[in-house]
């Protein structure tokens, strides 16, 4: 870990006391979201140190034209760069003449607290300004989750040791830079900007994608509560920026507040010329209920999505905090309202990785949605790929596929390709088959199998054509290979016969068949549709099939394992344990090629295979591969801990499961990768809650039944989750005494554990 | 080929009629280049019509930002972009009121011609204006070889139907722009632009690299070869940018002309406070010596040139041109005056590529300059390599390496890397391996065995370090490896155990080796001077040795070959002529993944091993493994062509041979890669030399023998060409009746023949 000053708290994060160094870090930890837009913890005055400005709005991104060495034929021509949106949320405050700037004074008492259990983000501090005034400062911010277009800062200063001329000058601004850009690139055409009294707005379009984006506000001035009359006589405007001068002269230890409501209305929720009736139309809605009910509204909310998806832990605050972070950012990020919108590796916290859609979302986030929300929210995700079949189809013909063979994208915004590295783009194939897999695991968790006929099985059939075209047959083996690919092992690149990516193709055909099968004997209008639409034929399936039961897989007979490639063994196999600290992590250290021979694996590759056919192999298989693969791997993916943690779990190796665990779930609070400054992994923090659920749980389905193998760690007294299972919501609670398990209502519901069937007690209400 | 309209001649490359669509592709084939500098065959008047900008000085570059997807460590921070310099050779002109512009108007008679015999540019033309006036347009154009920083041009008009009013408008414009830049990037910074009375100059920096350029002009006007008086009253001056404007009233049948002197001086050879004097020196000389005098001597140094390097084929016009054409743009592009400079892709023809250096150098381009030129030219371009070890060294720290190993640069302008691919940058490392050979090459051929001691040994302990270090020892193989890397075929990246990356860091290792205990046996004083600075030991080279002893390389029994690399039997190895014509070239149909794992070979890479290293291998050994190779070669790199027609001669097809000949001697005239638009293919014009020299002639030293197994294409008649073998010149001349060999003056060299001593005839001056 990189730092340690996150204080321990159930349901908080906080930080105390002020620290330059650490304004990016924190920006990126107290980030805010509501599934349709979020932030960086950026301060609403004045900041004049370093700092990385972030608001994002979901599904808003800029097209970035491909820069490479020399150009490959298929490059998509566009990136898709996250893009900071325009400013709500600034209020520059001037005391007695003087500009407030944490950078510039003295500061005491300072605390910043991010309440997960109520969805709100508050800071105070004590200040004396160069000009001797002494204040007291009570900032509270949140974005509703009621009016998702919404956000609320309620910014209180009371002067402590003489009274003060107080100017706020809250402003909105569409002149705002990316720090990924190239030299002093914009990315926002401002369009007009506006005042009506009291509301303000400016008006602006992304260059290329034409996003238009309405940034507006509105704010009320309290003296002690009291409502003052605005006079605005010096407001300011241009075509990218308003800002209004609010003045108040405040006596000693009276307070005063501005209370702004401010956000964003997007074209892609209204038609362009509705965007700034739309934003009056928050503002009504917000002004009708005021800051304190929305604010109470607020906590209601976060307390319905806790009741669901909360994991308890008793007697171990920093696991307790850890899991609660990733619950309430994964909650943050996506709620599953919106069937366009998918879960960005960063979230709303910062630029890196272009792009909403990875393999991640099927890989690690379904499990989480599935089990701690509606089983619809889960349905949405699949659709999401059903409804960009047509352009993976597209994306599969650009790279020389034909007859319907779809090829996802490694990232995107909207179903197409936008990541550039041939290495990735092209090669990393393998999330063609988290893709399948999840329709897989969808079905198996919920039961619905409606899924399939409806749309599923479209999206499998231009999988299974496309694994089909790829592999090819190998005289000198005499069997099926597939060459030149990327494992989920970044660390490796266009290598030959990847074990996870030929097992996964082969099982994507299996599955299938499998299912044409099932669909034609059960659902025979549904399969006569598909058949046709796909013009799919029985000779077409034979030839996957052939290519399916001939598939190659690299194994070693002297270490009894399959092997993560061909060629495997020619490497330097000296365990990560052996190396020197000061070459970690590897990324960081090394240039590429030395990566790439090197044998040390970024994240769960041929486990990562494991881990999705577990049923597939004996524990003495899983045994055997963990002891040879984990040694060489060096977890620097945020998605590598969480498997090996249910791996460990699954092996009885509880120290080695709670230590990745606390390495995923806290990987940013404490800052393992040296990097949380630019934001924060969001797609892994689905992977803590498997950790708990799966591994320490062991949950797992068979057929109807729920399967449990609970362990706990030794450092925690007991640790309880729910599980949305078919609609029936199971509460477990896991102690060193033993497991409990409650059903809500009168349902019934068969639990093994340790293979054993076991009492389901009946609740009205779980919580 | 993919054009046809050049018309075939001896001495010149002609173009007959006016084709607005092979406006570009002339621009490149009719480029003229004096080794300090260069241009594209761009019009001197107003051209609306889509042209290709460009004029190139060399060592001037401008380093780009690096992009990359996701960055990865190592990079370079920039890599080199080639920038098109100033304009000095803008002339508009305007009759009677009206521009010339081809582009808009009728034209008929147009030719150009770029004799190569002489060194100039030429174009006439008649045109038909708009406003009815008929005029006949003869222009000349030369960059001198005298005077290497000046330029001239006579631009002749000659109205035909009518008196004319004619404005010359002569111009220099440092605002000009890149082809290859984002958005509107610009790249000169303007500093000053000044007249005094008949000259002009405009001073500009370029950003970043600040080379400060003054690019200047003076012009003279005739009329019926009469000096005329100039007027120039309304010369127009900005920054950037100054423009003459000279009228002259012109009878019909009366020629004008405008007699322009231009060119650069740049702060690579002048104090940048000098920059505008050494304009003015320049053009003093060029004044003295007048227009026709510099054009006489211009022809006389290019006959000069043309003496020792000329190559004549009798009986085929289009072979003819085509050797002519690639010794002529290599001659235009290196002279080997300067050290500094080298020997870029594209020369000054265009900006693809950035950067001046590639391996292209040492495997291509040093046969070439050594055989043709004193031996001092030869030893520049290995002393260029010297001049960088220590950055060489500084590039393999970067990627990890320890104790002085050397990485030189896949790309370099300065001795840093300035490429930035993984795949090439960190990967095509078998770069290192042809710098060691040509030092090998060079005391094989000059007999100069004192560069060994004083620079030679220096390099090669810094690679042989780097191979030492690059390979891993394989438990599976019991052997040595060399993972993760890219051969010369590039078609393939990231590949284990290319054969012949493997072959040649063994033969560098072994051949440091050698010449360590030959230096340390006669130059002992060398020896310990070298082995102090190098910090070398004894048990270091039995290390390098046991890793040199112990190379793995791929080898299938079932073929009889080895293999290009692990793997490569995987593939399905369908040949190159059952592709279909429509999926060539690869690179611009397949997606790179396709193209990666096809077994398509982009040029020779386990041949260019039995290239360099024949004499290791059998006469059957090579053609079993040119018999497996080349059936799926594409011949898609310029480079490739050649290497395959002089194994082709070696094994007896002299069809082959011819078809590879033709091929490499005529790509750009002929535009087989379909690119000759964006400039030609310079560094590979050096292999269609060694085609007819190493290939039919069959030339190979031998200690101090120089061998021949002359050969000739049914198509000649005879052939004959030079070569410089330690100071001696041979003439040898080739014909069906037998081959005839003169030396100049009354030295003696033994000369062999199919294995047999031949006589050699003296000649007192071989031309």
Redesign the interface.
């Known amino acids: 870990m990189n730092q340690n000053y996150i204080i321990p708290d159930e349901w908080s994060i906080i930080e105390e006391g002020f620290d330059r160094e650490r304004v990016m870090s924190s920006e990126s930890l107290f980030s805010i979201g509501n599934g349709a837009m979020g932030q960086r913890a950026n301060f609403e005055e004045t900041y004049t140190g370093e700092t990385f400005q972030g608001s994002y709005i979901a599904g808003v991104y800029y097209p970035d034209?491909t820069?490479?060495?020399?150009w490959?034929?298929?490059?998509p021509e566009y990136?898709a760069k996250v893009l900071n949106a325009p400013n709500w949320i600034g209020i520059d405050v001037e005391i007695n003449g003087e500009i407030l700037d944490l950078s510039q004074i003295e500061i005491s008492n300072f605390r910043r607290e991010l309440n997960m259990k109520e969805g709100w983000l508050g800071r105070n501090f004590n200040a004396k300004l160069k000009n001797g005034i002494e204040i007291e400062v009570n900032i509270i911010r949140f974005l509703s989750l009621d009016l998702d277009e919404l956000g609320a800062i309620k910014y209180e200063i009371k002067p402590i040791n003489n009274s003060a001329k107080i100017i706020f000058k809250p402003y909105v601004h569409s002149g705002v830079t990316n720090r990924d850009a190239?030299w002093e690139e914009t990315f926002w055409e401002p369009i007009i900007s506006g005042i009506e009294q009291g509301f303000a707005f400016v008006q602006a379009r992304t260059f290329k994608t034409g996003f238009n984006v309405v940034t507006f506000m509105e704010n009320t001035v309290f003296i002690n509560d009291e409502k003052q009359e605005i006079i605005s006589s010096e407001n300011s405007q241009t075509e990218t920026k308003i800002q209004f001068k609010h003045e108040v002269e405040v006596n000693p230890n009276e307070t005063t507040s501005l209370v702004k409501f401010g956000g964003y209305t997007v074209s892609t929720n209204h038609s362009e010329n509705e965007l700034v009736n739309a934003a009056k139309n928050v503002l009504v809605q917000a002004n009708e209920l005021g800051f304190e009910k929305l604010f109470q509204n607020q906590k209601e909310a976060w307390a319905k999505i806790w009741e669901m998806a909360d994991i308890s832990i008793e007697g171990d605050v920093k696991a307790q905090q850890g899991i609660r972070f990733n619950i309430f950012q994964l909650n943050q990020t996506y709620l599953g309202k919106d069937a366009r919108l998918n879960i960005g590796p960063k979230g709303f916290t910062g630029e890196k990785y272009g792009g909403s859609t990875y393999w991640d979302t099927e890989a690690y986030c379904l499990p989480f949605y599935m089990a701690t929300k509606n089983q619809e929210v889960a349905r949405n995700l699949l659709a999401y790929r059903y409804n960009h079949l047509e352009k993976a189809i597209e994306n599969g013909q650009?790279?020389?596929f034909k007859n319907g063979a779809a090829l996802y994208p490694m990232v995107t915004m909207n179903g197409e390709e936008c990541?550039?590295?041939?290495?990735?783009t092209?090669?990393e194939i393998h999330r063609n088959g988290a893709i399948a897999f999840a329709i897989f695991n969808y079905v198996r968790f919920t039961g619905d199998f409606s899924y399939v006929p409806e749309k599923g099985l479209e999206v499998l059939i231009g999988i299974a054509r496309f694994w089909h075209q790829r592999a090819?047959?190998?005289?000198?083996?005499n069997q099926f290979?597939i060459?030149?690919v990327t494992g989920p092992n970044e660390y490796e690149?266009?290598?030959?016969?990847n074990f996870y990516t030929n097992y996964l193709a082969k099982w994507c055909i299996d599955y299938t068949v499998e299912l044409i099968e099932k669909i034609e004997n059960e659902f025979h209008s549904d399969f006569n549709q598909i058949f046709d639409k796909t013009n799919l034929s029985k000779s077409e399936i034979s030839e996957w099939k052939n290519v399916a039961d001939n598939m190659y897989f690299p194994y070693s007979e002297e270490h009894g394992v399959y092997l993560q490639q061909?060629?495997f063994?020619?490497?330097?196999?000296t365990p990560v344990a052996k190396l020197d600290k000061a070459e970690r992590p590897l990324?960081?250290?090394?240039?590429?090629?030395?990566i790439?021979?090197s044998p040390y694996i970024k994240q769960a590759d041929t486990l990562q295979g494991f881990y999705f056919f577990e049923d597939n192999f004996t524990y003495e298989e899983l045994e055997k591969h963990f002891n040879f693969y984990e040694p060489l791997t060096v977890h620097e993916s945020s998605l590598s801990p969480c498997v090996h943690s249910i791996q460990a779990a699954k092996l009885g190796r509880m120290e080695q499961a709670y230590e990745f665990y606390l390495r995923t779930s806290r990987l940013d609070l404490d800052d393992y990768n040296k990097e949380v400054e630019e934001g924060l992994h969001i797609t892994s923090m689905a992977g803590t809650w498997m950790s708990i659920v799966e591994g320490f749980g062991g949950m797992r389905v068979k057929g109807d039944q729920l399967h449990f193998t609970p362990q706990i760690p030794k450092e925690w007294k007991s640790y309880s989750f729910n599980v949305n299972f078919r609609n029936k919501i199971l509460k477990v609670n896991v102690s060193h005494e033993g497991t409990e398990f409650n059903l809500e209502g009168n349902e019934n519901l068969e639990v093994i554990v340790n293979g054993k069937s076991t009492e389901v007690k009946p609740l009205i209400k779980t919580i």
Chains 1, 2 share one sequence.
Request: zero cysteines; a positive charge.
């Open positions: 034209k820069k490479v060495g020399w490959k034929n298929g490059y990136f190239n650009k790279l020389g990541h550039n590295e041939w290495e990735i092209f090669e090819n047959f190998s005289k000198d083996k290979v060459l030149g690149n266009n290598i030959n016969n061909d060629g063994l020619d490497k330097d196999l990324n960081q250290k090394w240039s590429w090629d030395r790439l021979r």
